[in-house]
């Protein structure tokens, strides 16, 4: 539907094409969906996963290629629980639903009781209905401001430019306030136990969430009154029970560093510039030739790329084979300061690796071997009287 046009410039021709060489010449660009414009504010830092995305490289294939696939996805248990929690909620006109939202980000509104509007949202292929969601969005925001109507919009689509092309989304939900306000609504199968959640599965949650924001407040801009509320409204069951309940996830951290991954897929012509001619991501290219390739590109790998990134396994065993810190987690990486190896940390602590001539001291590697040192003297006091409980060593900070 023309009426819903993807704003900003579109690719040039020498970039589509070397977009192209490097998916491979018979390999179509994969989409990026929510999910994957949500991975990406998960790792900020990474320029493989930044170039492979905006490349639209098919990630999948490529792990697999590499001989390291990629354990993604739920199971069909898990999907069927989902889709029965999801029409619960949504049942009878989203009046749970509805009642949720006003519950805990309705202050100041009269409650919708049955009277929501919902409109029909089906339309042929995703542009029409992101067209027709558009459109929808128009008229509850004007239905808002004339009658204080409550609208509840069930899988909307929406579209947001990601790298010159549009990326496709649909949210579970987006609510409409008597005030104009819009609300993205996630619905998720895992459970919310005494009022909190996996703070992994729900930090996942509030970056797919962002990513919605962020496509929604490209619609906004052009309609007058509307607002997208930085509050977006997670949906799990309650305890081990069917029933729903919610809490509220303020997202304008990750839509900020979402909106930074996406301003670098946008410059994916820079990331590729430094790579060199005949570089190819090319699933159909030898495992050798791929993995040269996928280390020619620097990235950052951490543990939690293993819930996040299809290539996951690949960094990880790059990682591991490099002796790198990262293998241990981004906290303890930080705190290791210029000590990027398991083995540089290792001789900083045992005293080993000390500062060159005309170096000045690194206070990290300090701080390690006197925690060692505290650390081994504990241990000695602990073996020579095993009945007395050795005295809390001093702090080494
Ligand atoms: S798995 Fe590799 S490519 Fe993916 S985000 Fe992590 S480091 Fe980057």
């Known amino acids: 539907m023309s009426s819903y046009p993807p704003s900003g410039p579109p690719q040039t021709t020498t970039l589509r094409q070397r977009l192209a060489d490097l998916r491979g010449p018979a390999v179509p660009p994969r989409p990026l969906d929510a999910r994957a414009l949500a991975a990406l504010a998960a790792n900020p830092g990474c320029g493989r996963r930044a170039l ?10 490529l792990a697999s290629a ?14 069927v629980r989902g889709n029965s929690f999801e029409a619960k909620v949504k049942g009878d006109g989203g009046t749970e639903l509805l009642r949720l939202v006003y519950e805990r980000l309705g202050a100041g509104s009269e409650p919708p009781g049955g009277t929501a509007r919902v409109p029909d949202l089906t339309a042929a292929g995703p542009d029409g209905r992101a067209g027709r969601t558009a459109l929808a969005l128009r008229e509850a925001t004007a239905a808002a401001r ?19 092309t549009p990326a496709y989304l649909e949210p579970d939900a987006i609510v409409v306030h008597p005030d104009g306000r819009w609300t993205v609504v996630e619905i998720k199968s895992f459970p919310m136990i005494d009022g909190s959640a996996d703070a992994a599965k729900v930090g996942a949650a509030a970056r797919q969430a962002a990513v919605y924001v962020l496509a929604l407040e490209k619609t906004a801009a052009r309609l007058e009154g509307a607002a997208v509320g930085h ?20 997202v304008r951290k990750q839509r900020a560093v979402t909106r930074r991954q996406l301003d670098r897929l946008t410059r994916v012509e820079e990331l590729a510039a430094g790579l060199p001619e005949g570089l190819s991501f090319d699933p159909a290219r030898s495992a050798e030739e791929l993995a040269e390739a996928v280390a020619a590109v620097s990235a950052s790998y951490a543990p939690d790329c293993l819930a ?3 290539l996951a396994f690949h960094c990880r065993q790059r990682a591991r084979e490099a002796d790198a810190v990262t293998v241990l987690g981004r906290s303890v990486r930080g705190e290791l300061g210029m000590l990027a190896t398991v083995g540089a940390a290792l001789a900083a602590a045992d005293g080993i690796r000390g ?5 000045a001291a690194d206070p990290t590697a300090e701080a390690l071997h006197r925690a060692a040192r505290l650390r081994a ?21």
């Open 52 to 61: 492979l995305d905006g490349a639209g490289v098919d990630k999948t294939a």
């Open 66 to 79: 590499l001989g390291t696939p990629a354990a993604f996805g739920q199971s069909q248990f898990a999907i």
């Open 146 to 164: 004339a009658e204080g109507a409550w609208t509840f919009l069930d899988h909307p689509m929406l579209v947001l430019e990601v790298a010159g």
């Open 231 to 250: 509050l977006a409204l997670l949906v799990c069951p309650k305890d081990f029970s069917n029933l729903p309940t919610a809490a509220v996830l303020d």
């Open 308 to 310: 996040a990134c299809e």
């Open 355 to 359: 500062p060159a001539a005309g170096e």
């Open 377 to 397: 003297e504990a241990l000695e006091t602990a073996a020579a009287h095993p009945y007395q409980r050795p005295e809390a060593p001093e702090c080494p900070c």
